[in-house]
Nanobody
Framework: QVQLVESGGGLVQAGESLRLSCTVS????????MAWYRQAPGKEREFVAI????????SYVDSVKGRFLISRDNAKNTVYLQMNSLKPEDAAVYYC????????????WGQGTQVTVSS
């Protein structure tokens, strides 16, 4: 049973940084395209970033390009989302996702980690 566990969320001020982590158990992070999604209150879940299983393709939603960086450490079975220059509109619950198709929601989800950004 593949499980994803996110960590690293919290409360920061606008302009500050956070790094989210997603650790995979019951499987190998290198087997999946790993993505981050987010959902703010009253809004639909939104794609944020994805990194392929090979690490050779990465994609971001336009609103985070140049500020967020997705990476993976296969030895730690973990994928990261480095979030810099955070804005109040980045506040949401961030979810880790694992799947087999690029830019398509995968079958496996974490429980989410809350990111709050004060202005």
């Amino acid at each position: 049973q593949v499980q994803l566990v996110e960590s690293g969320g919290g409360l920061v001020q606008a302009g500050e940084s956070l790094r989210l982590s997603c650790t995979v158990s019951g499987g190998f992070v290198s087997s999946y395209h790993m993505a981050w999604y987010r959902q703010a209150p009253g809004k639909e879940r939104e794609f944020v970033a994805i990194i392929t299983s090979s690490g050779q393709r990465i994609s971001y939603v336009d609103s985070v390009k140049g500020r967020f960086l997705i990476s993976r450490d296969n030895a730690k079975n973990t994928v990261y989302l480095q979030m810099n220059s955070l804005k109040p509109e980045d506040a949401a619950v961030y979810y880790c996702n694992a799947g087999y198709k690029f830019l398509t929601e995968g079958d496996y989800w974490g429980q989410g980690t809350q990111v709050t950004v004060s202005s």
